[in-house]
């Protein structure tokens, strides 16, 4: 039962270059949306977040949007840089955000090269 | 900067044993959650935790395991009978309530022999 998909398991960017990571559900009760970053041998990191009332959330070089009649979401990370490399986890949840428990998809590996 | 804190890191254990997973979530949290990752999967929901009380469980979560919050800071997963395929990073993780984010420990690799 996979409500939330990240289709592309791995994307390799250039530094200084957009990367762009895609992340699909299914449930239309889900109402906030966080993406995580994570290292090997260590617990996901927080980088963004997004509510169902909005379509887009800029952090910084990172950029959420989402599109709640496809039901995607996208993160954009301008420009890369290879500190970012690392596994990226969408992750959603219902009504209350964190008061209610994340959905996590497989995730996407990004490499950013030199 | 606050952070959730897990101890131990790592922990091996023969199959049968029970295993306590420690976790000191940030302080001013209230809801407090364990999640898994099997090698290779995704992370998974084990149990959400708020007012003292188990708010939430997975079907992963089954009569072998168990959550307690002793004391006002730590928050413990305990497996009672492990199983081989109960190996597996564990996190904890808590959160402040509506809308915001929740905070991530480093894990403890559990390995079952």
């Not at chain 2, 009978?81 to 190996?87: A, I």
């Not at chain 2, 309530?97 to 480093?106: K, L, P, V």
């Amino acid at each position: 039962d996979q409500q939330v998909k990240q289709n592309s398991p791995s994307l390799s960017v250039q530094e200084g270059r957009i990367s762009i990571l895609n992340c699909d559900y299914t449930n239309s009760m889900f109402d906030y949306f966080l993406w995580y970053k994570k290292y090997p041998a260590e617990g996901p990191t927080f980088l963004i977040s997004i509510s169902s009332i909005k379509d887009k959330n800029e952090d910084g070089r990172f950029t959420v949007f989402l599109n709640k009649s496809a039901k995607h979401l996208s993160l954009h990370i301008v420009p890369s840089q290879p500190g970012d490399s690392a596994v990226y986890f969408c992750a959603a949840s219902g009504e209350g955000g964190t008061a209610s428990k994340l959905t996590f998809g497989t995730g996407t590996r990004l490499q950013v090269t030199l | 900067e606050p952070e959730v804190t897990q101890t131990p890191s790592h922990q091996v254990t023969q199959m049968g044993q029970e295993v306590i997973l420690r976790c000191v979530p940030i302080s001013n949290h209230l809801y407090f959650y364990w999640y898994r990752q099997i090698l290779g999967q995704k992370v998974e929901f084990l149990v959400s935790f708020y007012n003292n009380e188990i708010s939430e469980k997975s079907e992963i979560f089954d009569d072998q395991f168990s959550v307690e919050r002793p004391d006002g800071s730590n928050f413990t997963l305990k497996i009672r009978s492990t199983k081989l395929e109960d190996s597996a990073m564990y996190f904890c993780a808590s959160g402040g309530g509506w809308n915001t984010e929740a905070f991530f420990g480093q894990g403890t690799r559990l390995t079952v022999v």
